[in-house]
Structure formats: structure tokens, C-alpha cells
């Protein structure tokens, strides 16, 4: 735990520049050690109150541990909320992050074949709490699946959003582009 202390307060003193929009990627990832999890929940709420004390949002990666996410979240508000980042397409979790105020970002595997909540998901967002991104260099959407992601695939992304919601991408483009300013403060 000491050394978790150590690297928040090497975090601050970096987060004060003031190109520092967000902390994060932030959270908790059981897919890959299952033994540390109480030493990533101690660090995801450290970094929660790190995020409150400079009134920065945080984005949040959550992989395998969405019952622990979302209780640390509700339990340690965060003042400018945030998003998840690469939102796994879990009914419960977004219905959860929505009440919670937070932006649901969307990448590759909303493209997938395979995904086959990925449209549900996609129409329970409003738009005004939609982002898009590409999670390079991992999970490049179709028709790029299987090679390295890189931010030009976000096309494919945004495209996907339009189908579903029934709109213009130019519209998923400039909603996601004032959604990013608006949390970001930017």
C-alpha cells in the first residue's frame, strides 16, 4: 500500500500541468490476477480521491470486476463523474454508470459479429452520454478485426453508432467531439 501512496502523489504532482485533462485509465482488471484485488480496489479509490481533490473526471477501465467497479463508485462519489472507457456491453453496468452520471465510451467490439447486444447497449446510451474511441492498439473493429488498431478506425466505430441510432455520422461525430470538450473541459 505504501507504494501505491508513493505513485499517487508522483501522479499529482504531474496532474497539476494543466494539460492534464482526466486521471485514468483507472479501475479494476480481474481477467488477468484475480490474487491483488484488494490492493486494486485500495488504488482505484485512491486515485477517486486523487481525481476529487483536483476536480478532474476519471476514466475508468473495468475488465471481469463490474460488481466491485460499481460499488467502489458508489460508495466514493466522483465530483466531475468521468467514463468508462471501452464500456464492456453489459446491460447492468451501463444502466448503473448512467444513474451514476457517467459518459459510456464505445470501441471496436460494438462492431463485431459476435456482439450481439452491442445495438441494445448502444440505443440505452442518450445521446449527450455517448463517446467513441479506437483502445489502440487492441480491438480494432470490423472490417479491420485482427491487426493493430490505431485511431483512424474510429470510423468505423462512429459509423456503427449512426446505424443504430438513426442518425448522420457527421451528427455521432460532432455529438461525440462536444461530449469529449464538455467532460474533458475542453
Known sequence: MKDIEIEIKEIEKIAHNKKIVAIGEIGLDYYWNTENKELQKYAFIEQIKLANKLNLPIVIHTREALIDT???????????RGVFHCCPLNRELVKEALK??????????VTFKNSKNANEIINMVPKEKILIETDSPYLAPEPKRGTRND???VKYVAEKVASVKEIDIKEVARTTYDNACKLFNI
Not at 100 to 109: E, H, K, M, R, V
Request: charged content about 25%; overall charge positive; glycine content about 4%.
Open 70 to 80: 460499481l460499488e467502489i463508485l458508489k460508495k466514493n462519489l466522483v465530483n466531475k
Open 100 to 109: 451514476l452520471d457517467f459518459y459510456i465510451s464505445f470501441a471496436g467490439p
Open 151 to 153: 485511431p483512424r478506425n
